[in-house]
């Protein structure tokens, strides 16, 4: 059993700044592929930023020179500057097995976690 904790939301201005950790407990071994999504209210969910083992990263578009994906010591992280309103949102990180940064590490089995809070005000 895997479990991910994410920590890091909150609310901030617009142009404000968060970073996002998500720690993994019960796995013997480094995942090959962690992603972060996001969920809008009322939309679908949207894969934001991905990272490979061999640190091989994929960015959404709307998030590209905004957001950074990282690991360091197992915990993966998203540090998030000039966020917008349209950023607003539950984030989740996932894990997976294979190196599919490509598709936000959704290729399956992928692990998600409860997600955290992020809410940004215009």
């Known amino acids: 059993e895997v479990q991910l904790v994410e920590s890091g939301g909150g609310s901030v201005q617009t142009g404000g700044s968060l970073r996002l950790s998500c720690a993994a407990y019960?796995?013997?071994?480094?995942?090959?592929?962690m992603a972060w999504h996001r969920r809008a209210p009322g939309s679908g969910r949207e894969g934001v930023a991905a990272i490979n083992s061999d640190g091989t990263t994929n960015y959404a578009e709307s998030v590209k020179g905004r957001f950074t994906i990282s690991r360091d010591r197992g915990v993966l992280y998203l540090q998030m500057d000039s966020l917008k309103p349209e950023d607003t949102g539950m984030y989740y990180c996932?894990?997976?097995?294979?190196?599919?940064?490509?598709?936000?590490?959704?290729?399956?089995?992928?692990?998600w976690g409860l997600g955290t809070r992020v809410t940004v005000a215009s």
């Open positions: 019960g796995v013997a071994y480094n995942s090959a592929c």
């Open positions: 996932a894990a997976d097995s294979f190196r599919e940064a490509h598709i936000f590490c959704t290729g399956g089995p992928t692990t």
